[in-house]
């Protein structure tokens, strides 16, 4: 059958998956890459490239006509619901939030329900049977990225074939439905498989069972899952290749020790392993282990399997490649494929084939996740054959086992593995925070490192090729320009700056203020907002420490996630107003940090990016609160900047105390409520542009409609992060802006 391949499979794979990307995630360095592989082609003789090239038209055909209609479903949803079908296996409850995805009329939305009461909460937890909700959803498009490299919940619903949330307003019925198919009556069973791990089951045990088992972890895990992922291991929870080694050979082993033929083995082990990938959740990385074995079955081995592989998952699954589960599940099986090291045995081959996998893929996981632990190269060597070798056969008789016997004493192991890691990550270092890639730095580093693998013998190239992978990878960690960026946080201030240099200041760091506690049953597990937007953006700008943090004032909105920030990044010293330390709560917190802490007041001047920001406030001690806002004015790269905090009546005092304050680039004060950006404060600054960092939707109505009225008044060009999303000066010698949307 692969002879009749005009060319080899992985070779079709590729040209199909740059295919695919330019029709999915156009990007203009695709551009030389096509042009490059079709004279490749071109030379490989007349008749391959024109049958090669019919392949791929009819490849590019389809993947346009899903992205023409994946486009037509995101604008042409029904206006209004009044009813849906739950799909059972995608139910989560966090505290009084139920989330779940809906069907109707052959859509499927994101849904999201505020439990009632703890009886409402009660009885969807333990819900196994198929029903539908009747009552009033609120359509509306998820939110989008709102941070440069920041997470696109628009685009990850997309890759899951959602297009709509719905918000369920009112709910007047839950009623019993019908089944609508195999995949169907499949996803309860899942449901009633989690129902039934949960009841029977202690903690953590149970995340254990039914993330190795089913491919689902709740949001009771959340920590543990960010410890995971802080280590560099969260993909041992990634159903692949083991876990599908493990499960279709004992099917197999079980169907020949009936009498059955191989032949009838393997026609069987098709249905199967549709059936398991609906029952694991259909993950990427199963799909691809089942695809990987069913080509294996027939005979087909190494690269030519890996092609047909990825052509077949093109074709089936057509959103696997605009994951990020998908392209490191068939970037990982690509370099194992590669890896045949002869020339060394044992150990020393394990660590070599650990290290270059590693290396292989470190551009894909900068690209997506800014860092890199080393330690985890130790703790997946490990952990894989503790996960793989012991937990998930104990686990699997466990479940199969507990109408005859509860195995729940096994629970101590998994409390002891939990108890090591948190040892092991209070001990361990950050991780290398190493940037993330632009498109085109990303493909230079893949072409450099495949060179690399072509030319591995020859001395003078790989040191060629190796200094030139040390100059993007630097590229990267230390971009060579300026920036001062308004961060994305919600309602909330936070502005970081670095120089060319490298020298890093950042202003704020933002936080959620708290509203009404409930009952214990209502409270939901929570990520800080830092680690959603600061703490990404900072990453993938290469930033592993921050020379100065400035905190203008005690407000929740600015510092509350500065712990946070702490324990992310090396702070050089934290700066603060005299005021400020006034509050006793706020220095109760600064002391916990263990950070070096300087109080600042006007007249002071910080050296910056070739000039220096000037303290202009407050001068005297204050309480901390918004008129006792740290206020920093500078020079930088041409353009006067004003940094005045949450201040309000204060701008009034500033005025009256430097008759001259010329100024270009305004923050504006308090997210531009109606009590800042005094006319009179406008008039005499002159600014020509003004920026506002506000939470979309916010409940303090922020920025004020009088006050964006007086911006306009003054013909000052407005730039706000709750409209616009981040806002980003940048350059060399000249700033060039640029917002998210």
Same mark, same amino acid.
């Not at 009084?96 to 009461?117: E, I, M, N, P, T």
């Not at 920030?565 to 603060?576: D, H, N, Q």
């Given at each position: 059958m692969i002879k009749r391949f005009p060319l080899p499979p992985i070779q079709l794979a590729y040209l199909s998956l740059l295919a695919y990307f330019t029709v999915y995630r156009f990007h203009w360095s695709l551009v030389g890459i096509i042009l490059f592989s079709f004279w490749r082609l071109w030379k490989n003789g007349r008749a391959i490239f024109l049958r090669t090239l019919l392949i791929l038209s009819v490849f590019t055909g389809v993947f346009a006509y899903r992205h023409h209609q994946a486009e037509r479903a995101d604008t042409t949803a029904p206006a209004q619901l009044t009813s849906l079908a739950l799909?059972?296996?995608?139910?989560?409850?966090?505290?009084?939030?139920?989330?779940?995805?809906?069907?109707?009329?052959?859509?499927?939305?994101?849904?999201?329900?505020?439990?009632?009461?703890?009886?409402?909460?009660?009885?969807?937890?333990?819900?196994?049977?198929?029903?539908?909700?009747?009552g009033s959803f609120e359509l509306s498009e998820a939110e989008g990225q709102r941070n440069f490299k920041g997470f696109d919940y628009h685009s990850y619903l997309e890759t899951q074939g959602i297009y709509q949330v719905a918000k369920v307003t009112s709910l007047e019925e839950v009623s019993p439905r019908f089944l609508s198919g195999l995949g169907d009556y499949l996803r309860l069973l899942r449901r009633q498989a989690l129902?039934?791990?949960?009841?029977?089951?202690?903690?953590?045990?149970?995340?254990?069972?039914?993330?190795?088992?089913?491919?689902?972890?709740?949001?009771?895990?959340?920590?543990?899952?960010?410890?995971?992922?802080?280590?560099?291991?969260?993909?041992? /929870?990634?159903? =692949?290749?083991? +876990?599908?080694?493990?499960?279709?050979?004992?099917?197999?082993?079980? $169907? %020949?020790?009936? #009498? &059955?033929?191989?032949?009838?083995?393997?026609?069987?082990?098709?249905?199967?392993?549709?059936?398991?990938?609906?029952?694991?959740?259909?993950?990427?990385?199963?799909?691809?282990?089942?695809?990987?074995?069913?080509?294996?079955?027939?005979?087909?081995?190494?690269?030519?399997?890996?092609?047909?592989?990825?052509?077949?998952?093109?074709?089936?699954?057509?959103?696997?490649?605009?994951?990020?589960?998908?392209?490191?599940?068939?970037?990982?099986?690509?370099?194992?494929?590669?890896?045949?090291?002869?020339?060394?045995?044992?150990?020393?081959?394990?660590?070599?084939?650990?290290?270059?996998?590693?290396?292989?893929?470190?551009?894909?996981?900068? /690209?997506?996740? =800014?860092?890199? +632990?080393?330690?985890?190269?130790?703790?997946?060597?490990?952990?894989? $054959? %503790?996960?793989? #070798? &012991?937990?998930?056969p104990a686990l699997s008789l466990a479940f199969l086992l507990l109408p005859v016997i509860n195995l729940s004493f096994l629970n101590v192991l998994f409390v002891l593995l939990e108890r090591f890691l948190v040892f092991v990550g209070d001990w361990a270092s950050r991780s290398l925070v190493l940037g993330s890639p632009s498109v085109f730095v990303l493909l230079s580093l893949l072409l450099c490192l495949g060179l690399l693998y072509d030319y591995r013998y020859r001395k003078k190239v790989v040191l060629v090729l190796s200094l030139l992978l040390a100059l993007l990878f630097s590229l990267t960690k230390h971009p060579l320009e300026n920036e001062v960026t308004v961060v994305d946080i919600g309602q909330g201030d936070s502005i970081f700056l670095r120089a060319a240099s490298g020298q890093t200041l950042l202003i704020d760091v933002g936080g959620r203020v708290e509203f009404e506690a409930g009952e214990d049953w209502q409270k939901r597990q929570t990520t800080s907002n830092a680690s959603r937007t600061l703490i990404p953006y900072l990453k993938s700008r290469g930033v592993g420490r921050i020379d100065q943090l400035v905190l203008t004032h005690?407000?929740?909105?600015?510092?509350?996630?500065?712990?946070?920030?702490?324990?992310?990044?090396?702070?050089?010293?934290?700066?603060?107003?005299?005021?400020?330390?006034t509050n006793a709560e706020f220095v109760k917190r600064l002391r916990a940090m263990n950070v070096r802490v300087r109080t600042v007041t006007a007249g002071d001047r910080l050296p910056f990016m070739g000039s220096y920001l000037q303290v202009l406030y407050p001068w005297t001690t204050g309480d901390g609160g918004n008129n006792d806002s740290l206020v920093l004015y500078g020079r930088l790269l041409g353009l006067n900047f004003l940094f005045t905090g949450d201040l309000e009546a204060g701008e009034l005092e500033l005025i009256k105390h430097y008759p001259d304050l010329p100024v270009d680039v305004l923050k504006a004060g308090h997210h531009g409520s109606k009590g800042s950006s005094y006319p009179e404060f406008l008039v005499h600054t002159k600014p020509k542009l003004a920026l506002i960092s506000a939470g979309r939707n916010n409940r303090y109505k922020h920025p004020h409609q009088e006050t964006l009225e007086r911006f306009e008044q003054q013909r000052i060009k407005v730039y706000r992060t709750d409209t616009q999303g981040a806002i980003r000066f940048r350059g060399l010698f000249n700033w060039q802006i640029e917002t998210v949307r």
């Open positions: 799909i059972p296996d995608s139910l989560q409850i966090n505290g009084d939030q139920l989330s779940f995805r809906g069907q109707s009329d052959g859509r499927v939305y994101q849904v999201f329900y505020q439990l009632k009461a703890q009886t409402e909460q009660e009885f969807f937890k333990t819900l196994t049977q198929p029903v539908r909700l009747t129902v039934y791990i949960y009841g029977h089951f202690p903690e953590p045990m149970t995340h254990y069972m039914t993330g190795l088992l089913l491919g689902h972890l709740d949001k009771s895990f959340d920590d543990m899952t960010e410890l995971y992922s802080s280590l560099g291991i969260i993909h041992l /929870f990634a159903l =692949s290749g083991m +876990q599908v080694d493990f499960f279709l050979g004992w099917f197999r082993k079980i $169907l %020949l020790r009936l #009498g &059955l033929t191989v032949r009838q083995v393997d026609f069987l082990q098709v249905p199967l392993s549709f059936c398991y990938a609906v029952l694991t959740g259909f993950q990427v990385s199963v799909c691809r282990s089942l695809l990987q074995s069913f080509w294996s079955r027939l005979g087909v081995t190494g690269m030519d399997n890996l092609g047909l592989t990825m052509l077949s998952l093109l074709c089936l699954v057509p959103n696997a490649f605009l994951t990020v589960g998908g392209i490191l599940s068939c970037s990982y099986a690509f370099v194992l494929c590669l890896l045949t090291i002869k020339e060394f045995t044992g150990i020393k081959r394990q660590v070599i084939e650990a290290v270059a996998l590693a290396l292989a893929v470190l551009p894909i996981l900068m /690209f997506y996740f =800014s860092s890199f +632990q080393p330690l985890s190269l130790v703790l997946t060597a490990l952990l894989s $054959l %503790l996960f793989d #070798g &012991l937990m998930l005690t407000d929740t909105d600015h510092i509350g996630d500065m712990e946070e920030v702490a324990k992310e990044f090396t702070i050089g010293e934290v700066l603060v107003s005299q005021g400020s330390l």
